[in-house]
């Protein structure tokens, strides 16, 4: 399976950037697509999901600021995020909603927020 992140970069707090990830998964609108981030140190969490149908949910820290969004003619997931901070410097991955540690991750795509 292909889960191609992009879009990452250095960018000063306050800032935007624009994730996207790219995926080879067959039937891929009947999945739970989701962003999740791994900060050093830090287990990785879920940020953002959005069921097959669109629906979007966050977690709190990011509310008001992400917004995910979904192509599923293209197979692609993306992360558009406003007002970035220092504390959301990690690393992003896709992957589908309750992927687990085991699964395929892919590399993921940096995104580092200076103060």
């Known amino acids: 399976v292909q889960l191609q992140a992009s879009g990452g970069g250095l960018v000063q707090a306050g800032g935007s950037l624009r994730l996207s990830c790219a995926t080879s998964?067959?039937?891929?609108?009947?999945?739970?697509m989701a962003w999740y981030r791994q900060a050093p140190g830090k287990q990785r969490e879920l940020v953002a999901g959005v069921t097959g149908g669109g629906r979007a949910n966050y977690v709190d820290s990011v509310k008001g600021r992400f917004t995910i969004s979904r192509d599923n003619a293209k197979r692609t997931v993306n992360l558009q995020m406003n007002s970035l901070k220092p504390e959301d410097t990690a690393t992003y991955y896709c992957?589908?909603?309750?992927?687990?540690?085991?699964?395929?991750w892919g590399q993921g795509t940096q995104v580092t927020v200076s103060s």
């Open positions: 998964i067959i039937d891929f609108d009947i999945f739970g």
């Open positions: 992957n589908i909603i309750h992927a687990r540690a085991t699964d395929y």
